[in-house]
């Protein structure tokens, strides 16, 4: 499975050591302690604090908006004291769960950043205990690493994965453990990359078997079976198969979705591992009464209808392969590589059936999927690349921070050791640059290498689907099939060297509301129609407000903040504004030199223009126009 589900991300949110230090209100119900708040005012500051975080997880699975106002009530309380502080990391932990469960992956990730912060808080104050710091950045390093895996940066979801299991392999704490491990396992299946799947399919099993959940016990099971099928070891995928269909069934009222997915699976193993499409489309009939009990479009009900239509190509079924194809579309076409696969098959369908026309349709349609694909996956690595350079720079300018307050504390010093301590300062500071230099020259070679895999898929690719068109045109109906065959099986090879990243296909304006919906203290007000422009001018101004809406966040100290994009037909203008500390432009340029600096030279370089007014004390208003 590509993405792992809400369920299981909530599930590991939950599963560690929840620590805290009052009585009062513990295991009260939701309705009782709506009654204890309307007595608010009456309340110790600690029994509200307490009240309102009880509440924040009682509503996190069933009512969202609750959610978000105790939790910003706990933001609230928290505010500038050392008590509360896990409190609080929980609460920027938690809005941004509900970010990421909208797919607001920038603003999930703004929030763990905040939590990072106060995890951070919690290091330098004696009050909190290494076991109570652990915990909260252990659930939060978990959360950041799905948070990086939902959108295939894979290197960095293993670095934050890496980081929780440390924590919880020193705590034993195993149920943890083995959900943390199937993560990983998941993710390295998905990469097609089998035997490291296997390997944390294995230890995620070592660790459940640890626990007293038969559930947890049970989640490794299919994964570890398809990881066995794609080993050539077929019997063994079909043992671990049938283990996990004889559980699930035993608890088939709640456990209905998961026994359907190890249906589907016995099938896969039965037709790509022993040939047999008879026990295969047995299977699948298995499978099918479940479908009912689904509601709304499911992910799992449309790989069921792929696969029936695969099976039927198998059989010659044409018009079966054409109905069970577009039932799969309907239930689900917003993943890409599964509608890829889905458009290859009818346009084969329609081939054999003789309409050339739907034939030629969908083979069009499975050109302009792979050119989306291809452009997704480029920028999925450069969004990697990027986050990896940001960091890297952060830990450097951390580094040379701490160098320079160890200096500043030996003032009185010998000066044989001031000019030392001198030279290790510029030795330093030449590290720094060069590790810059060359995370520079990583950035740029490895952008020239996606483009070229991108490219190359392309261009491989196009020639042999522009031949497919001809072909059908020409109604040369055996000649276009194989030609769809082999360019179904050229995408393969070429897609596994790419990794996806789902951009938002909705246009600045829903992209910029959207992302001010979640935070605190944020108002966006869009004015005149919007209109979608060129994809590189999008993602500039998307970038540009993003990076003003995190200044004022971060160092403003605004009690509000005002965000309104204008457009017209020939330029979009934007203003940023907050009643906060403010900063002396012409000083806070020279210290900063690279925040706005680098904002007003890409708006240069694309035809902008900036304008920032601010004075201390009195709040800040950018304002800033591109022409489109």
């Known amino acids: 499975m590509k993405h792992i589900s809400f369920f299981l991300f909530l599930l590991f949110s939950l599963s560690t050591n929840?620590?805290?230090?009052?009585?009062?209100?513990?295991?009260?119900?939701?309705?009782?302690?709506?009654?204890?708040?309307?007595?608010?005012?009456?309340?110790?500051?600690?029994d509200r604090l307490r009240a309102h975080s009880d509440l924040m997880w009682g509503y996190l699975q069933t009512d969202s908006r609750k959610m978000h106002l105790h939790a910003n009530t706990i933001l609230k309380l928290t505010e500038g004291k050392d008590n509360g502080l896990i409190v609080r990391s929980s609460a920027f932990r938690?809005?941004?769960q509900c970010a990421y469960g909208e797919c607001l992956y920038d603003?999930?990730?703004?929030?763990?950043?905040?939590?990072?912060?106060?995890?951070?808080?919690m290091r330098k104050n004696k009050r909190y205990t290494k076991s109570d710091v652990d915990d909260a950045a252990s659930t939060l390093y978990g959360t950041i690493g799905n948070l990086y895996n939902i959108q295939s940066m894979s290197t960095l979801a293993l670095e934050y994965y890496l980081k929780a299991l440390k924590i919880f392999e020193e705590y034993g704490w195993h149920e943890s453990e083995a959900i943390l491990y199937y993560n990983i396992g998941e993710m390295f299946l998905e990469m097609s990359n089998n035997e490291e799947a296997h390997k944390y399919y294995l230890l995620s099993q070592k660790a459940a078997a640890l626990t007293q959940d038969s559930l947890i016990q049970m989640l490794p099971i299919s994964g570890l079976a398809m990881s066995l099928l794609n080993m050539g070891q077929n019997g063994e995928a079909m043992k671990a198969a049938k283990t996990a269909l004889n559980y699930y069934l035993k608890h088939v009222d709640e456990e209905f979705g998961t026994a359907f997915s190890v249906y589907i699976c016995m099938a896969r193993i039965a037709y790509l591992g022993y040939g047999d499409a008879v026990l295969a489309q047995e299977y699948m009939d298995q499978a099918e009464p479940f479908i009912q009990r689904f509601g709304g479009d499911n992910t799992d009900v449309s790989d069921f209808y792929a696969f029936q239509a695969e099976l039927c190509m198998?059989?010659?079924?044409?018009?079966?392969?054409?109905?069970?194809?577009?039932?799969?579309?309907?239930?689900?076409?917003?993943?890409?590589?599964?509608?890829?696969?889905?458009?290859?098959?009818?346009?084969?369908?329609?081939?054999?059936?003789?309409?050339?026309?739907e034939a030629e349709c969908y083979t069009h349609l499975m050109q302009d999927a792979y050119d989306t694909f291809a452009n997704q996956q480029h920028q999925s690595a450069l969004g990697e690349m990027q986050v990896m350079y940001e960091t890297q720079k952060k830990e450097a300018r951390i580094a040379e921070m701490e160098l320079t307050q160890r200096m500043t504390n030996i003032t009185y010093i010998a000066v044989i050791v001031v000019l030392v301590l001198l030279a290790l300062s510029l030795f330093s500071h030449y590290l720094y640059r060069r590790k810059i230099q060359l995370m520079n020259a990583k950035l740029m070679g490895e952008h020239d290498e996606r483009q070229r895999l991108a490219r190359d898929l392309h261009d491989r690719l196009g020639g042999m689907l522009t031949a497919t068109r001809?072909?059908?045109?020409?109604?040369?109906?055996?000649?276009?099939?194989?030609?769809?065959?082999?360019?179904?099986?050229?995408?393969?090879?070429?897609?596994?060297?790419?990794?996806?990243?789902?951009l938002s296909h909705n246009g600045l304006s829903a992209a910029i509301e959207e992302y001010c919906q979640v935070l605190p203290h944020v108002d966006c007000d869009v004015m005149g129609t919007p209109i979608r422009f060129d994809a590189h001018l999008e993602i500039l101004v998307y970038c540009v407000l993003h990076e003003l809406i995190n200044n004022a966040l971060k160092h403003a100290r605004a009690n509000h903040i005002m965000v309104q994009v204008m457009f017209d037909e020939h330029e979009v203008s934007a203003i940023v504004a907050d009643d906060g500390v403010g900063f002396d432009i012409e000083t806070s340029t020279k210290k900063q030199g690279s925040g706005l600096t680098n904002i007003q030279e890409r708006l240069k370089t694309a035809g902008g223009s900036i304008?920032?007014?601010s004075t201390p004390g009195k709040g800040t208003?950018?304002?800033?126009t591109l022409p489109v």
């Open 94 to 96: 938690l809005i941004g």
């Open 314 to 357: 198998s059989r010659k079924e044409w018009q079966q392969v054409v109905d069970f194809g577009l039932k799969s579309l309907e239930e689900n076409d917003e993943d890409l590589h599964h509608n890829i696969g889905v458009y290859q098959k009818l346009s084969v369908a329609y081939a054999h059936l003789g309409k050339a026309d």
């Open 107 to 121: 603003s999930a990730q703004h929030c763990y950043e905040r939590s990072e912060e106060v995890v951070n808080q």
């Open 470 to 502: 001809l072909s059908l045109e020409s109604g040369n109906t055996p000649e276009a099939t194989q030609l769809l065959q082999q360019t179904h099986a050229e995408m393969r090879k070429v897609a596994h060297h790419l990794m996806p990243l789902s």
């Open 611 to 613: 304008n920032i007014s």
């Open 621 to 624: 208003e950018i304002y800033f």
């Open 18 to 46: 929840f620590v805290w230090g009052y009585e009062d209100h513990r295991d009260r119900a939701i309705d009782s302690l709506e009654q204890v708040l309307r007595h608010e005012k009456s309340l110790g500051w600690e």
